[in-house]
């Protein structure tokens, strides 16, 4: 929902004014500006809207320490010339005292409290340290699963010994004989003997080659 407050046909607002608007337990407050629009939730019902106009006369300004008690007198400067420069006193306590420390106290040790019934109804740190024994004892190639089965079933599974693979005998191929080429020549390790030449036969060719 949207308001937008503005002066009428023939009349103005003073300079400087500020605007007010209040519907239900929503307040806007702004500098007048004829186009400005408040906004405000949507309301389920007709509800009276309260407008208040407020005239600026002066400010100051007054740094705040949220965890300290203190009171500040400071000095308000005029912005209008019939509203003369006065002082005011200004008080700062902190509600995050002694009451508000002990209701976090008692939040923090309530829920400390819930954990550790938890904890002690399901047994949960007695099967958490059974579990991590039993590990360490048998030191699992899988942690995570051996952790996550001995809380599920309640004791520590047994994991089966990996076998060895059986080794295949060696076979020994020996090496055939190789077949003996018949067409291939012999070697008897001795040189082949020539036979000598007739002594009868070499004078003749040679006489046969003196008379040509």
Known sequence: ?????????????????????????????????PQRCYHFPQVDRRRN????????????????????????????TSTDPSFQPTKIKVSVQSKSDEQGRQQREERTKALKNQAKDYLSTHNIEERLSEAVKALLKAQPSDPTEFLCRTLREGAP????????????PEVSVAQAPQAKDKSAPV??????????PDAQAVRE????????
């Open 187 to 196: 070697d008897s390790g001795k040189a082949e003997v020539q036979p000598e």
């Open 1 to 33: 929902m949207e308001l937008r407050v503005e002066s009428a046909d023939g009349h103005s607002l003073p300079n400087g004014a500020y605007v007010g608007v209040r519907v239900g337990d929503v307040l806007k407050q702004g500098r007048y500006e």
């Open 205 to 212: 060719k040679a006489q046969e080659a003196l008379s040509k």
């Open 157 to 168: 599974p047994v994991e089966e010994k990996s076998k060895a693979p059986a080794k295949t």
């Open 49 to 76: 809207a309260k407008i208040d106009i407020y005239q600026h006369v002066g400010s100051c300004v007054l740094a705040v320490d949220p965890d300290a008690k203190a009171v500040h007198e400071v000095t308000v």
